[in-house]
């Protein structure tokens, strides 16, 4: 946490998802993805891809329920679960 990164009053919530493809097994001979979820706090200028300091307020991960079978279905319900947090 750094002192002074942004304005308090002007910070916006941001959301950081990521997905990896079937590296996971539940004993099911199933392979699962596993998705994680960072939210931060961070100044406005991350809209404009601007490299900033960001506060991290929360995180999750864990597998995803359902059978991926391709890398983008995995990463969009990382992204679906980082829109819904955020």
């Known amino acids: 946490f750094k002192s002074g990164a942004f304005d308090w009053n002007s910070c916006c919530v941001c959301s950081i998802g990521d997905a990896s493809f079937a590296n996971e097994t539940k004993g099911d001979n199933c392979n699962y993805s596993q998705q994680g979820v ?24 864990t597998i995803i329920k359902r059978v991926c079978r391709a890398t983008l279905q995995a990463e969009g319900y990382a992204m679906t679960g980082a829109v819904e947090r955020g």
């Not at 706090?41 to 490299?51: F, I, K």
């Open 38 to 61: 960072i939210t931060v706090l961070a100044p406005t200028s991350v809209l404009n891809g601007e490299e900033c300091y960001v506060h991290g307020i929360s995180w999750y991960s």
